[in-house]
């Protein structure tokens, strides 16, 4: 480094350190000037004047509110994926603010304080833990004053104030949950979870308000300061004490709450700052110093680790592509392109999606027991400061989530065919019958593709439908790509040597499940319906006993969603199949509906199944998805 870059950096360094103790001693010096403090003689004789009792609950005060301030650490570990139990990132979050709050530099002193405490993180993402609980803390703060600022403010223009920040948190969680990932070149900012920020406001808000009550508390008797006016001008002062670095926040703090207090007595503020000092900052920094030199202390009594946070069964996270073609359910096929993954909690297997909001199963357990899986995925899920939930699940497994007190809602059914009983005969198909002699007399040519597809006609038969529609949606429907439908059984409809229209299923050993529509504008009136009765034959020929059509809504607003696809597949006359969502609470349900939403209809660019066949390293199977590929290109 050159020797002007060198002192450059001196100089900046030394600049940190010292701005800090300047602004402490410059507060203290107004302070002294602002108010005529007794002798610290006689600060202590007013602290007499504070009963035991109230010592005491200062004490509580103090307990609940670093109790808080561990469960902030550990959604911090959460959101960075440090690897560490909630367990010891509490424990290690309340040494790390006890230590850097007494002696200030809170990036520097916090920042060292977890690396030493927890010496499988490196020293850089000790740093994004400290940068991270931080800043989210100050932010969380500045809510906090806003919601009081409008409930106690002194005046409209205070309240204003207070509004204008709650609305501008309103939307700054808005736009975490529609962007949660930003890229600014090069560089990946991944906004905190709806869930996380809900979890870092909660236990902001009991830290903060438990410490200003411990100061409440310790306010020698007759101060005649009501706790919510203190409360508002502490969480105001604790900001700008942060704010400074000052070791303790000394200066700040004391010259903050005298200026926001003007009515208080000086002696009887001062006297309590004092106390309140001793015991929500002295006596905790002795304990994290005492845990700083002897880091033995803090993993003492953690080597079990909390079953509801780390799940009873374990987890292994395998490739989508490993799914076994016997399976319950064709649909999980989806999970190729959507960017989902099977994960295995202990022996059961399920089609898991996880987004910046949510950990979804999809659809029915691959395999296993349901009545396991609802515990494990929540775990899963709370690992992920994200919410739980089964997507259009069957009775059986909402009923299993049911009894672990989970929240069921219907949501879908989906439309069964029996191949092997299928026929277009009977009053139920009269309907189905004309649109198949509106097709045939078109001079439609449908048949199934077992061979070579056409793949670039396909894509102008997609991009017709795409523009015409307005996109397509995703997630849990497929979205057209080469790779993806090579895997899948496509029926084709033809006018002469022109595509029209084709259809694409999910195929399972036993089941197969409709998958991606497309057909052109103006395509001869029944394409689709003859789609589907060559599918069936199709699975007819092939052994396989269920067809589904996939699903349509079925829930109080599935009116404004259906788009004809009841009407449509009515026609043929299915079995309808009740679909259910599950979630932990009705809070993590109306997230989970939220989310699924938002990634369907704004669903993220489609991977190539093939690509992620190509991944794989180890064996395959021979009953697994890869195994249907390999079959349809000899077929």
């Given at each position: 480094?050159?020797?002007?870059?060198?002192?450059?950096?001196?100089?900046?360094?030394?600049?940190?350190?010292?701005?800090?103790?300047?602004?402490?001693?410059?507060?203290?010096?107004?302070?002294?000037?602002?108010?005529?403090?007794?002798?610290?003689?006689?600060?202590?004789?007013?602290?007499?004047?504070?009963?035991?009792?109230?010592?005491?609950?200062?004490?509580?005060?103090?307990?609940?509110?670093?109790?808080?301030?561990?469960?902030?650490?550990?959604?911090?570990?959460?959101?960075?994926?440090?690897?560490?139990?909630?367990?010891?990132?509490?424990?290690?979050?309340?040494?790390?603010?006890?230590?850097?709050?007494?002696?200030?530099?809170?990036?520097?002193?916090?920042?060292?304080?977890?690396?030493?405490?927890?010496?499988?993180?490196?020293?850089?993402?000790?740093?994004?833990?400290?940068?991270?609980?931080?800043?989210?803390?100050?932010?969380?703060?500045?809510?906090?004053?806003?919601?009081?600022?409008?409930?106690?403010?002194?005046?409209?223009?205070?309240?204003?104030?207070?509004?204008?920040?709650?609305?501008?948190?309103?939307?700054?969680?808005?736009?975490?949950?529609?962007?949660?990932?930003?890229?600014?070149?090069?560089?990946?900012?991944?906004?905190?979870?709806?869930?996380?920020?809900?979890?870092?406001?909660?236990?902001?808000?009991?830290?903060?308000?438990?410490?200003?009550?411990?100061?409440?508390?310790?306010?020698?008797?007759?101060?005649?300061?009501?706790?919510?006016?203190?409360?508002?001008?502490?969480?105001?002062?604790?900001?700008?004490?942060?704010?400074?670095?000052?070791?303790?926040?000394?200066?700040?703090?004391?010259?903050?709450?005298?200026?926001?207090?003007?009515?208080?007595?000086?002696?009887?503020?001062?006297?309590?700052?004092?106390?309140?000092?001793?015991?929500?900052?002295a006596l905790p920094a002795m304990l994290a110093g005492a845990v700083?030199?002897?880091?033995?202390?803090?993993?003492?009594?953690?080597?079990?680790?909390?079953?509801?946070?780390?799940?009873?069964?374990?987890?292994?996270?395998?490739?989508?592509?490993?799914?076994?073609?016997?399976?319950?359910?064709?649909?999980?096929?989806?999970?190729?392109?959507?960017?989902?993954?099977?994960?295995?909690?202990?022996?059961?297997?399920?089609?898991?999606?996880?987004?910046?909001?949510?950990?979804?199963?999809?659809?029915?357990?691959?395999?296993?027991?349901?009545?396991?899986?609802?515990?494990?995925?929540?775990?899963?899920?709370?690992?992920?400061?994200?919410?739980?939930?089964?997507?259009?699940?069957?009775?059986?497994?909402?009923?299993?989530?049911?009894?672990?007190?989970?929240?069921?809602?219907?949501?879908?059914?989906?439309?069964?065919?029996?191949?092997?009983?299928?026929?277009?005969?009977?009053?139920k198909h009269r309907q189905l019958r004309r649109k198949l002699r509106?097709?045939?007399?078109?001079?439609?040519?449908?048949?199934?593709?077992w061979g070579t597809l056409p793949l670039t006609q396909m894509a102008?038969?997609?991009?017709?439908?795409?523009?015409?529609?307005?996109?397509?949606?995703?997630?849990?429907?497929?979205?057209?790509?080469?790779?993806?439908?090579?895997?899948?059984?496509?029926?084709?409809?033809?006018?002469?040597?022109?595509?029209?229209?084709?259809?694409?299923?999910?195929?399972?050993?036993?089941?197969?499940?409709?998958?991606?529509?497309?057909?052109?504008?103006?395509?001869?009136?029944?394409?689709?319906?003859?789609?589907?009765?060559?599918?069936?034959?199709?699975?007819?020929?092939?052994?396989?006993?269920?067809?589904?059509?996939?699903?349509?809504?079925?829930?109080?607003?599935?009116?404004?969603?259906?788009?004809?696809?009841?009407?449509?597949?009515?026609?043929?006359?299915?079995?309808?199949?009740?679909?259910?969502?599950?979630?932990?609470?009705?809070?993590?349900?109306?997230?989970?509906?939220?989310?699924?939403?938002?990634?369907?209809?704004?669903?993220?660019?489609?991977?190539?199944?093939?690509?992620?066949?190509?991944?794989?390293?180890?064996?395959?199977?021979?009953?697994?998805?890869?195994?249907?590929?390999?079959?349809?290109?000899?077929?």
């Amino acid at each position: 480094m050159p020797m002007r870059a060198r002192r450059k950096q001196t100089f900046t360094n030394s600049l940190r350190v010292v701005t800090p103790l300047l602004i402490m001693a410059g507060c203290l010096f107004a302070l002294t000037r602002q108010a005529d403090l007794p002798h610290f003689h006689d600060l202590l004789g007013l602290l007499t004047q504070v009963p035991a009792p109230h010592w005491i609950g200062a004490l509580g005060a103090t307990v609940l509110s670093f109790w808080a301030l561990g469960r902030y650490d550990a959604v911090a570990h959460r959101h960075l994926r440090s690897g560490i139990d909630d367990r010891t990132a509490r424990r290690a979050g309340m040494a790390a603010i006890a230590f850097s709050q007494a002696v200030g530099f809170g990036l520097f002193s916090g920042s060292f304080a977890r690396w030493r405490l927890l010496p499988q993180l490196n020293p850089l993402l000790s740093a994004q833990l400290t940068g991270f609980v931080g800043i989210t803390f100050m932010t969380a703060l500045a809510v906090i004053c806003g919601i009081f600022l409008i409930l106690v403010g002194p005046s409209w223009g205070m309240r204003l104030v207070g509004g204008g920040i709650l609305f501008a948190a309103i939307a700054a969680v808005g736009l975490c949950f529609l962007h949660p990932e930003w890229r600014i070149r090069g560089l990946r900012l991944r906004f905190p979870s709806v869930q996380a920020i809900l979890a870092l406001a909660l236990w902001t808000m009991m830290d903060v308000t438990f410490a200003g009550v411990a100061l409440w508390l310790l306010l020698p008797v007759g101060h005649g300061i009501g706790l919510d006016v203190l409360l508002t001008a502490y969480f105001l002062a604790l900001g700008l004490a942060i704010i400074s670095s000052s070791p303790g926040g000394a200066g700040p703090l004391e010259l903050a709450m005298l200026t926001l207090l003007p009515g208080a007595d000086p002696a009887t503020l001062v006297a309590g700052l004092l106390a309140f000092r001793a015991v929500y900052y002295a006596l905790p920094a002795m304990l994290a110093g005492a845990v700083l030199l002897w880091p033995r202390l803090l993993r003492h009594g953690s080597a079990m680790p909390d079953p509801w946070e780390t799940g009873d069964l374990g987890c292994d996270l395998r490739p989508a592509a490993s799914q076994p073609f016997v399976r319950p359910q064709a649909e999980t096929a989806v999970l190729l392109q959507n960017g989902g993954h099977v994960m295995a909690f202990g022996l059961n297997q399920v089609a898991l999606l996880d987004s910046p909001q949510l950990s979804a199963v999809l659809f029915d357990p691959i395999s296993g027991r349901q009545d396991e899986i609802p515990a494990a995925l929540r775990a899963h899920a709370l690992s992920r400061n994200a919410a739980a939930c089964f997507y259009k699940c069957s009775a059986r497994t909402a009923l299993a989530a049911r009894q672990e007190g989970w929240k069921i809602l219907r949501v879908a059914q989906d439309a069964i065919l029996a191949p092997e009983t299928f026929t277009v005969e009977g009053s139920k198909h009269r309907q189905l019958r004309r649109k198949l002699r509106h097709a045939e007399k078109a001079g439609l040519q449908v048949e199934p593709a077992w061979g070579t597809l056409p793949l670039t006609q396909m894509a102008q038969v997609d991009a017709a439908w795409t523009r015409q529609h307005g996109g397509a949606r995703g997630t849990t429907m497929g979205q057209f790509e080469p790779g993806y439908v090579a895997i899948q059984m496509t029926c084709l409809a033809w006018l002469e040597d022109r595509l029209v229209g084709f259809m694409t299923f999910h195929r399972a050993a036993d089941e197969w499940c409709l998958d991606l529509v497309r057909q052109l504008p103006g395509a001869p009136d029944g394409t689709a319906h003859a789609l589907i009765c060559t599918a069936v034959e199709a699975a007819r020929d092939a052994g396989v006993r269920r067809l589904s059509l996939a699903s349509v809504p079925d829930h109080r607003f599935s009116a404004r969603f259906d788009g004809g696809l009841r009407q449509f597949k009515s026609c043929f006359a299915p079995t309808w199949e009740a679909r259910y969502m599950a979630a932990p609470s009705w809070a993590q349900m109306g997230l989970a509906i939220a989310e699924m939403t938002r990634l369907v209809h704004r669903p993220a660019r489609p991977e190539a199944a093939m690509a992620q066949i190509d991944m794989l390293q180890d064996p395959i199977p021979d009953d697994t998805v890869e195994n249907a590929v390999a079959a349809k290109r000899t077929a």
